[in-house]
């Protein structure tokens, strides 16, 4: 083996074995979460002292367009890419054998770029660290299973089941409807495993061809890494099975939305033990300013966790997604739940981001808004302890609004990084723009004739 070969995990040489490695994709992720970079043969990668990509790629919107510079004319200035050989992983759905590395995008001064979504993760947690804190965090992934979509103007569909028939809605935990589209869950299986990822449990949730997978708990840039990995790999996993799988927020009119709820909680650096508990066994003051930073700062960060048009057809009553910024212990109609679960494993479940969301941004967020709380220490809204699906203005209902939010809420900006709100919204407006240019269906159904 090669130098840089050697310092892979042990799943990558696993997954090497005996064979020579043909290709490896440096990957980054952009403001949406869509993974950028270049592939290149592994024996150039191996000599390679520099890897270079523009900084443009973090002002490219979801349509492909280009938002504006909010710093500097439009020069493209390089970025130096560095390689985290511990993210170094397998693209098992390729032909050869592939690699894939995710890269931290430096200045050419050796300095993190401010509005990298991985870098803005990092920054936070670094945060946390500065105060002795350790945040844990544990995401889960909602995501359908669709029929091919080959046409934008037609409605997605639910795929078609090894029965014949269409995958149902309203099954949720039922192990039979997993068991309709089996090979594509066997193939998410092997393909997490040669790729060093663990998966906590898979099960059917509420929609028609909707998964939910659960990680298990740790480091936040960690978790954010295998969240952005498991997206391709499902979606791979799914066109081998002549199927689609989608991470929208709302992809069926009439079923239930994806979310990505965050687990968080914070242990004590020195000691390991979860500062949201006392010795015995009891909730702390920190737990509750936790809880008060979520309820005060989450409605500017809507913007960050629901970062599309789509994201606000999630946000409605009756269809099991919380629209409101209430907590409760073990109530699953706040937006803030509190899990039954042992001391150390005291923990604040945020069920109000998007599975469309970037995953380093989602935890990066949920993150900013408690750190803000532990710093503030204010005290939260009492406890709800009855059913709290009710319309709420804590939570904007279209993306304009909330990035007025986001942008009024001086501190949570501060937290997350003043240049990177600056390119988070200048994508988000030109998003948003373009969307206002769309004639709906619905528009030329109801008022083609009748207005």
Same mark, same amino acid.
């Given at each position: 083996?090669?130098?840089?070969?050697?310092?892979?995990?042990?799943?990558?040489?696993?997954?090497?074995?005996?064979?020579?490695?043909?290709?490896?994709?440096?990957?980054?992720?952009?403001?949406?979460?869509?993974?950028?970079?270049?592939?290149?043969?592994?024996?150039?990668?191996?000599?390679?002292?520099?890897?270079?990509?523009?900084?443009?790629?973090?002002?490219?919107?979801?349509?492909?367009?280009?938002? #504006?510079?909010?710093?500097?004319?439009? /020069? +493209?200035?390089?970025?130096?890419?560095?390689? #985290?050989?511990?993210?170094?992983?397998?693209?098992?759905?390729?032909?050869?054998?592939?690699?894939?590395?995710?890269?931290?995008?430096? #200045?050419?001064?050796?300095?993190?770029?401010?509005?990298?979504?991985?870098?803005?993760?990092?920054?936070?947690?670094?945060?946390?660290?500065?105060?002795?804190?350790?945040?844990?965090?544990?995401?889960?992934?909602?995501?359908?299973?669709?029929?091919?979509?080959?046409?934008?103007?037609?409605?997605?569909?639910?795929? !078609?089941?090894?029965?014949?028939?269409?995958?149902?809605?309203?099954?949720?935990?039922?192990?039979?409807?997993?068991?309709?589209?089996?090979?594509?869950?066997?193939?998410?299986?092997?393909?997490?495993?040669?790729?060093?990822? +663990?998966?906590?449990?898979?099960?059917?949730?509420?929609?028609?061809?909707?998964?939910? &997978?659960?990680?298990?708990?740790?480091?936040?840039?960690?978790?954010?890494?295998?969240?952005?990995?498991?997206?391709?790999?499902?979606?791979?996993?799914?066109?081998?099975?002549?199927?689609?799988?989608?991470?929208?927020?709302?992809?069926?009119?009439?079923?239930?939305?994806?979310? !990505?709820?965050?687990?968080?909680?914070?242990?004590?650096?020195?000691?390991?033990?979860? $500062?949201?508990?006392?010795?015995?066994?009891?909730? /702390?003051?920190?737990?509750?300013?936790?809880?008060? *930073?979520?309820?005060?700062?989450?409605?500017?960060?809507?913007?960050?966790?629901?970062?599309?048009?789509?994201?606000?057809?999630?946000?409605?009553?009756?269809?099991?997604?919380?629209?409101?910024?209430?907590?409760?212990?073990?109530?699953?109609?706040?937006?803030?739940?509190?899990?039954?679960?042992?001391?150390?494993?005291?923990?604040?479940?945020?069920?109000?981001?998007?599975?469309?969301?970037?995953?380093? &941004?989602? $935890?990066?967020?949920?993150?900013?808004?408690?750190?803000?709380?532990?710093?503030?220490?204010?005290?939260?809204?009492?406890?709800?302890?009855?059913?709290?699906?009710?319309?709420?203005?804590?939570?904007?209902?279209?993306?304009?609004?909330?990035?007025?939010?986001? *942008?009024?809420?001086?501190?949570?900006? *501060?937290?997350? *990084? +003043?240049?990177?709100?600056?390119?988070?919204?200048?994508?988000?407006?030109?998003?948003?723009?373009?969307? &206002?240019?769309?004639?709906?269906?619905?528009?030329?159904?109801?008022?083609?004739?009748?207005?």
């Amino acid at each position: 083996m090669s130098k840089w070969t050697d310092q892979l995990p042990e799943a990558a040489k696993e997954y090497i074995g005996s064979r020579r490695v043909d290709e490896v994709e440096c990957v980054i992720g952009d403001i949406a979460g869509v993974a950028r970079g270049k592939a290149m043969p592994a024996t150039k990668f191996g000599k390679q002292t520099n890897y270079y990509l523009p900084n443009s790629i973090f002002l490219q919107t979801i349509t492909g367009e280009w938002a #504006d510079n909010p710093f500097d004319a439009f /020069t +493209e200035p390089d970025m130096v890419m560095v390689p #985290d050989y511990t993210t170094a992983t397998a693209a098992p759905w390729t032909a050869d054998v592939t690699l894939q590395v995710i890269h931290d995008a430096m #200045d050419q001064e050796g300095n993190p770029i401010p509005y990298s979504p991985r870098n803005v993760l990092k920054r936070i947690v670094g945060l946390y660290n500065d105060q002795g804190w350790t945040p844990v965090v544990a995401p889960e992934m909602e995501f359908f299973l669709t029929a091919r979509n080959i046409d934008p103007n037609m409605p997605v569909e639910p795929p !078609m089941g090894r029965s014949g028939r269409k995958a149902a809605g309203k099954q949720a935990y039922s192990l039979s409807a997993v068991d309709e589209y089996g090979k594509v869950i066997d193939d998410i299986y092997d393909y997490a495993e040669a790729q060093g990822l +663990e998966i906590d449990g898979i099960l059917q949730e509420g929609g028609a061809g909707q998964i939910e &997978l659960n990680l298990e708990h740790g480091d936040p840039v960690r978790l954010a890494d295998d969240v952005f990995f498991f997206k391709r790999l499902i979606r791979e996993a799914a066109m081998r099975h002549d199927c689609f799988a989608t991470f929208m927020a709302k992809p069926i009119a009439g079923e239930p939305g994806s979310a !990505m709820h965050i687990h968080t909680s914070v242990t004590d650096t020195r000691s390991g033990k979860n $500062i949201f508990s006392e010795k015995k066994g009891e909730e /702390t003051e920190a737990f509750l300013h936790f809880i008060a *930073g979520m309820q005060n700062h989450l409605t500017g960060a809507i913007a960050v966790l629901a970062p599309y048009v789509n994201s606000y057809r999630r946000y409605v009553p009756d269809f099991s997604a919380p629209i409101n910024l209430e907590w409760g212990r073990d109530n699953r109609t706040t937006g803030l739940r509190i899990p039954i679960s042992s001391p150390a494993g005291r923990r604040i479940e945020n069920r109000l981001p998007g599975m469309d969301c970037n995953p380093y &941004l989602g $935890i990066a967020a949920t993150l900013a808004c408690g750190y803000l709380g532990l710093m503030e220490k204010k005290q939260p809204r009492p406890e709800f302890k009855s059913n709290a699906y009710i319309d709420s203005d804590d939570i904007p209902s279209n993306l304009g609004d909330a990035l007025d939010l986001l *942008g009024a809420d001086t501190d949570l900006v *501060g937290v997350l *990084g +003043e240049q990177f709100c600056k390119v988070y919204e200048s994508v988000k407006r030109n998003e948003y723009k373009e969307f &206002l240019q769309v004639i709906s269906p619905w528009e030329r159904q109801h008022l083609l004739l009748n207005v």
